[in-house]
């Protein structure tokens, strides 16, 4: 079994910052591809980045250039660093992680609002 745990999120005004992280364990004992997506109230859900076992990064087009994804391998944590935050960013953001061949594991979801 994987389990994943965000932190990070909360409240913050447009342009501001926020860094997500995911903590992985269990069965999360190798350098598994990793990411996140987001999804907001009646839309559907968003790819927002991922990131390889090898550190290679990929980026959602709407957050490309704002968002930053990186991992800790030592730590078998992944991040997210979001800048110029946009009110069209708030969404609940998932992190997740694959073992292959495909498996798919989601963490529990936090929160991300940006208003004014």
């Known amino acids: 079994q994987v389990q994943l745990v965000e932190s990070g999120g909360g409240l913050v005004q447009p342009g501001g910052s926020l860094r997500l992280s995911c903590a992985a364990s269990g069965r999360a004992d190798r350098n598994y591809p990793m990411g996140w997506f987001r999804q907001a109230p009646g839309k559907e859900r968003e790819f927002v980045a991922r990131?390889?076992?090898?550190?290679?990064?990929y980026y959602g087009d709407s957050v490309k250039g704002r968002f930053t994804i990186s991992r800790d391998n030592a730590k078998n944590m992944v991040y997210l660093q979001m800048n110029s935050l946009k009110p069209e960013d708030t969404a609940v953001y998932l992190c997740?992680?694959?073992?292959?061949?495909?498996?798919?594991?989601w963490g529990q979801g936090t929160q991300v609002t940006v208003s004014s």
């Open positions: 997740y992680l694959v073992i292959p061949p495909g498996t798919n594991y």
């Open positions: 990131i390889t076992s090898s550190g290679n990064s």
